[in-house]
């Protein structure tokens, strides 16, 4: 068993969007991260790496009794064996994980730069294992992923609820709705979207906002979830979240 020691980590907890787990370059100050004395690194394929990162599904009991106690912390000194902690990686990137004594991967956080380059190299001549892993290769989230490539947080966060809000839109808006809201956002086509059918409106609107996120998608998200206690909420924590950090 091969391990590496002291890691840093940056945990996101419950989280099955892989997406929404930090890389380095957005760890903040105000983020709680923390070394960690020794993590048991295993190479894993591809798609078992895929579903750690994209999933809590119950992590392979092979898996399990490789890295059984195998990782340790210290809190005051004391060191505090971990039941499954292990680093991840197929040899290309990697990410930590803690299922904190459960069996899925509950706490995910991917590493910095310079240690994720150390694991690599670590396992550069084995071979990857599946560990009894039967899942196909298949990232639930990659779609969406593709949408977020180089967005800060809070820029995943606003395009995350947008997302959420277009689903909506296709289930629930009516035709006018829908030719109205695609507008909203792209005025100079006004003339083409009033001959739009439902789907077709919907789908030329949906291909408008999925790249990137410019002031131009935050206002038109802004003013659609108006009214919308559930999104309303969403956005107003967003913007407490940033006034809290903003101000320490």
């Not at 967005?151 to 966060?157: D, P």
């Not at 109205?180 to 291909?207: R, V």
Request: charged letters at 30%; hydrophobic letters at 35%.
């Amino acid at each position: 068993m091969q391990h590496m020691r002291d890691v840093w980590v940056n945990w996101c907890e419950g989280e099955e969007k892989s997406y929404n787990i930090c890389e380095f370059f957005e760890w903040k100050k105000s983020d709680r991260m923390e070394m960690i004395d020794q993590l048991a690194v295993v190479k894993v394929s591809e798609p078992l790496l895929v579903a750690i990162e994209c999933s809590l599904i119950e992590l392979p009991q092979q898996l399990l009794q490789t890295v059984y106690r195998q990782s340790y912390n210290r809190v005051r000194q004391e060191r505090h064996v971990m039941d499954y902690g292990f680093i991840a990686t197929n040899g290309e990137r990697g990410i930590a994980v803690d299922t904190i004594g459960y069996e899925t991967p509950i706490r995910k956080s991917r590493l910095i730069p310079r240690q994720e380059e150390q694991v690599c190299a670590l396992v550069k001549h084995k071979a990857q294992e599946s560990f009894g892993f039967k899942g196909e290769l298949e990232d639930v989230n990659s779609t969406v992923m593709d949408k977020m490539i180089g967005l800060t947080r809070r820029e995943k966060q606003r395009k995350q609820l947008a997302m959420m809000v277009l689903d909506q839109l296709f289930e629930e808006a009516e035709l006018w709705e829908m030719r109205y809201w695609y507008t909203e956002f792209c005025p100079s086509k006004y003339d083409a979207i009033q001959l739009m059918s439902h789907d077709q409106a919907w789908t030329g609107l949906y291909n408008e906002m999925k790249a990137g996120w410019s002031k131009q998608h935050e206002e038109w998200t802004a003013s659609i979830i108006k009214g919308q206690p559930f999104f309303e909420k969403l956005w107003t924590s967003y913007e407490d979240e940033e006034r809290k950090k903003m101000s320490k």
